[in-house]
C-alpha cells in the first residue's frame, strides 16, 4: 500500500484539510490531504491510483520505443 492509500496514514489527516468541499461534482467530503488541497481522501486515492497507471504506462511505452 502506498503512504497515500492510507487513511489513518499521516498525509490524510486533519492536519491538511482546508475547510472546503471536495472538487468532485457531488462530494461533500472534506478536501485536503498531503497531496493535494482539492481532492477527499477517497477521490485522491482514485485520482494519485490513475496517475501511477499512466505513470506505468508511458514507461512501459518507452521500454518498447513506441513512445
Not at 500500500?1 to 472546503?20: A, F, I, Q, R, W
Not at 477527499?40 to 494519485?48: A, D, E, F, L
Amino acid at each position: 500500500m502506498s503512504d497515500y492509500e492510507d487513511v489513518y496514514g499521516e498525509g490524510n489527516s486533519h492536519t491538511y484539510l482546508t475547510g472546503k468541499s471536495c472538487i468532485v461534482v457531488g462530494c461533500k467530503q472534506p478536501a485536503g490531504t498531503a497531496w493535494s488541497p482539492l481532492w477527499c481522501v477517497k477521490h485522491n486515492i482514485s485520482r494519485m491510483k490513475q496517475i501511477e497507471a499512466a505513470q506505468r504506462n508511458m514507461q512501459e511505452q518507452i521500454s518498447r520505443g513506441t513512445a
